[in-house]
């Protein structure tokens, strides 16, 4: 099996792939297979009760919060929040190319202000002494960015409500829900396989959402329905739980994943700034432990550096196609010797080129 360092899709444990197949087959010794049980059966609704749970757990969430698993990707929320949530004006971080859908997306809804941005460096760095609007409904950022390899990790003191983007960095490292009035994230970049949506949502955020929208564009709708107003992704759900069974009971919650996390980043960091043949392109003080991005001396390297990656097992090391270069995906389920035979080989690379 080739190691994986795609961006999305994720990666996923060894664990969770093995009991995937398992439920596939046979679901719990039913004779029936995930992908045919009804979801209104005991045994999915033990599978949709223990995943939110175990969110809750890992991310220690409070009282007072909704967890829904809803469809639609992350994409789906760059309509849903602004839709739900403001009244007459929102407040947007624009930090790549993800934040600046939803900034998009939310000038549908009322006036969009956009308090700071990164284009004028190509979003290689996080904006820094911005001002917030105190009369603003919400205050959205999107905490990692794929495309360009930044991330915000530190927490931020907002002055409204705060809601984030968070779907490459999730259970990355541990997380205080409490400045957050909701967080998304599309499940299959650091969670599951893709069509499945997390939603964490404060009670006060949702006493904002108004009766007459579309019900199955309102937070409420779900909320009140245990996220069963309608039939939900039994599969994709399925697998996000054996991720979150993973994260807890073989790596040990998410302050052992934060550890080694910091470790595989700082592997790949550190041969790029002591190599020479490799320079980043994210800023030093904005760098991304979930997504290196690097190029090489010229084009026709960084494509011949993608195909000998692969033949010697490394896949999934092509840049996004919107901004070229190379790319190393480094998620949760992404192994450290993965990323120690990534640098080796690298160093190999440069040494011969």
């Known amino acids: 099996k080739k190691h994986n360092f795609s961006a999305g899709p994720s990666i996923l444990s060894p664990y969770t ?4 197949a398992e439920g596939v087959l046979d679901l719990n010794q039913s004779g029936l297979s995930i992908m045919e049980i009804s979801h209104r059966s005991k045994d999915f609704m033990a599978i949709m009760e223990e995943t939110q749970q175990l969110f809750k757990d890992l991310l220690d969430i409070p009282a007072g919060y909704h967890v829904l698993l809803l469809q639609g990707g992350a994409s789906m929320q760059f309509c849903m929040v602004p839709y739900n949530l403001m009244q007459h004006k929102a407040a947007y971080l624009n930090t790549g190319s993800w934040a ?20 004028d460096k190509n979003f290689s760095y996080i904006p820094k002494d911005y001002k917030i609007p105190p ?11 794929t495309i360009y390899g930044t991330e915000i990790r530190e927490d931020m003191d907002c002055p409204v409500n705060l809601v984030a983007d968070m779907s490459s960095d999730i259970m990355s490292r541990p997380l205080d829900p409490g400045p957050f009035g909701l967080i998304y994230a599309g499940a299959q970049k650091n969670i599951g396989p893709a069509g499945v949506c ?14 007459t929208l579309p019900s199955m564009l309102k937070y409420t709708t779900f909320s009140a329905k245990n996220s069963m107003f309608n039939t ?23 302050d052992a994943m934060a550890t080694v996390n910091r470790k595989k980043a700082a592997t790949l ?21 979930m997504n290196v991005t690097l190029r090489l001396p ?5 494509k011949r550096f993608v195909a000998e990656a692969l033949e010697n097992g ?19 389920a992404v192994s450290l010797a993965a990323v120690e035979a990534l640098a080796q080989f690298m160093k190999e690379f440069a040494r011969r080129n």
Not at 135 to 145: G, V
Not at 198 to 211: A, K, T
């Open 17 to 20: 792939i093995q009991h995937t």
């Open 100 to 119: 600046s859908k939803a900034l998009k997306e939310a000038s549908f809804f009322g006036e969009a202000v956009e308090v700071a941005s990164s284009k």
């Open 135 to 145: 009369d603003a409904d919400y205050f959205h950022i999107t905490t990692n960015n």
């Open 198 to 211: 997390l939603v964490i949502i404060r009670d006060d955020m949702l006493e904002r959402v108004p009766e």
């Open 232 to 254: 939900p992704p039994c599969f994709a759900i399925y697998t996000v739980q054996l991720v979150l069974k993973w994260l807890e009971d073989t790596v040990g919650g998410l």
């Open 269 to 289: 960091y550190h041969l790029l700034d002591n190599d020479g043949f490799y320079p980043g392109t994210a800023a030093a003080d904005s760098r991304s432990l």
């Open 298 to 302: 010229d084009e026709d390297l960084e």
């Open 314 to 332: 490394l896949g999934g090391l092509k840049g996004h196609r919107s901004v070229g270069g190379c790319r190393a995906s480094i998620y949760n």
